[in-house]
């Protein structure tokens, strides 16, 4: 089973960007997508970004369109996800994965990582 790290997180003036990554331990299949999800303080954890490993067909939350840029680079078993434009709503825990189906919902993953915390604040 693949196991995914995240990094990259940390604290940022609203407006700042941050570049996320996940690095994949093990093979990932063309056919599996990997996944952004996010949880604040109080809040469920949400879909953020998801990118097809095989192409690069790309999802996005409304909440994060035209800010957020996910991407992959198979030679490094990595996926990153940039951020840019953040505002103190981006304030959370980030969480990537891997599913074989396009799935939004956090119910659908069995496990998940440590997570990397963003801070969006003055």
């Known amino acids: 089973q693949v196991q995914l790290v995240e990094s990259g997180g940390g604290l940022v003036q609203p407006g700042g960007s941050l570049r996320l990554s996940c690095v994949a331990s093990?093979?990932?299949?063309?056919?599996?997508?990997i996944y952004w999800f996010r949880q604040a303080p109080g809040n469920e954890r949400e879909f953020v970004a998801a990118?097809?490993?095989?192409?690069?067909?790309?999802y996005y939350a409304d909440s994060v369109k035209g800010r957020f840029t996910v991407s992959r680079v198979q030679a490094e078993n990595t996926a990153y996800l940039q951020m840019n434009s953040l505002i103190p709503e981006d304030t959370a825990v980030y969480y990537c994965?891997?599913?074989?189906?396009?799935?939004?919902?956090?119910?659908?993953?069995?496990?998940w990582g440590q997570g990397t915390q963003v801070t969006v604040a003055s």
């Open positions: 994965n891997n599913n074989s189906a396009l799935e939004t919902s956090p119910k659908s993953f069995r496990s």
């Open positions: 093990g093979r990932i299949y063309s056919s599996s997508i």
């Open positions: 990118i097809r490993w095989g192409d690069p067909r790309t």
